[in-house]
């Protein structure tokens, strides 16, 4: 398990991040129409943006910097997740105008165990950890961070250079 903070507050994860160079977990998230989003689904890269809710600022500016920099990506999925319900997530990326990433949630899925990032101790427990995974074109895990401090933002140019 991860230990992760919230303002300095340590509370655990259920696990680790996979590692890279492993194959990524298949998962199989809700879409904002209620669909679902499969990996098996995707084509090329994929970055995973996860996250606890849309609703706090540091996840919403997450999205809005991943919307951001997808324009520039080619052959790249990137796809924010968390345990908000989709409905949350379609209202957010409606009213924000964002339309260059995926959003999908977790809230009835194994994916948070399965990429072992559900919170399982403290105030956000049951909900996903800040993280971010970037998968090739063939299901590897190429780069993995598990954000220490919940309220920072990701490492956005690491993830992009992975890419590279």
Avoid: H, W
Avoid at 41 to 57: A, K
Avoid at 58 to 80: D, G, I, P, Y
């Amino acid at each position: 398990m991860a230990t992760v903070t919230l303002k300095g507050e340590p509370f655990e994860t259920i696990g680790n991040l996979p590692k890279v160079g492993e194959k990524a977990p298949e998962f199989c998230l809700v879409k904002d129409d209620l669909a679902e989003l499969r990996s098996a689904d995707l084509t090329g890269r994929i970055i995973l943006n996860i996250f606890p809710s849309v609703d706090t600022d540091t996840c919403a500016k997450s999205v809005r910097q991943f919307n951001e920099k997808a324009t520039a990506l080619k052959n790249t999925s990137v796809v924010c997740v968390s345990k908000d319900l989709p409905f949350a997530l379609a209202r957010f990326c409606g009213a924000e105008g964002l339309d260059k990433v995926a959003v999908a949630s977790a809230f009835r899925s194994g994916f948070g165990e399965d990429y072992g990032v559900t919170i399982k101790t403290g105030p956000l427990t049951g909900l996903l950890s800040r993280a971010v995974v970037v998968i090739d074109e063939t299901g590897t895990i190429i780069y993995t961070e598990q954000v220490a401090e919940t309220v920072d933002e990701p490492d956005y140019a690491s993830a992009l250079n992975a890419l590279n």
